[in-house]
């Protein structure tokens, strides 16, 4: 189940536009505690979206053995601890979006999650937010007023049981993948807030 809220001008003058944003959450996910930050011998992953443009759709992320991990959900972030070492991350949706990821114990990446239109929906984009992207600059700025979310325990088993043969295949070469490299992970101590 989705839930889309608008948000509207207090005030409209003359001549002026409408703004409506999209903000959504799904059943199978739930608000959470946000993690500690790493220790030596583990990663942490942040999959995080701010805006809904190009749809409000909440795409699943899995990992390659097929496992969920979460969904994108708008103003909202889900974390990830892994040994360090290779992995891939797939959104599903219209078409899929792959990361590879090289990382590294002891620091935290982040990966931007957000969709562009599609024929017949949105379709899912991964963004690796590395020390030169675009997006760096952002990271500070946007996440606290996230919301920190996880996999509902009860309602992902079903999610995950209709999705894990669509995520196998996102990772037998369709998608070209995007790069997250072992140094655009930080070093940053804190702690993100829950909000």
Known sequence: MKFLCLLLPLSIAAGSTLLTTGCST???????????PPCEDQAKVVVYRTAAFGGADNYPVYDEAGNLLG???TDCYFE????????RFAALGEGEAVIDAELA???TYYIRASS????????PV???????????AEIDRVLPKLQARELD????????????????????GKAKPQILKPDDGREDPSTLPAK
């Open 105 to 107: 114990g002891g620091r």
């Open 116 to 123: 562009k239109f599609g024929i017949v929906s949105s379709r």
């Open 153 to 172: 325990p009860e309602q992902a088993p079903e999610a995950e049981a209709r999705k894990e043969r669509r995520a196998k295949e996102a990772f037998a």
């Open 26 to 36: 799904t059943s199978y996910m739930r608000d959470a505690q946000p993690l500690s």
């Open 80 to 87: 990830i601890l892994r040994p360090p070492g290779h992995y």
């Open 126 to 136: 991964l963004t690796p937010v590395g020390r030169d992207s675009e997006h760096a």
């Open 71 to 73: 969904f994108t959900e």
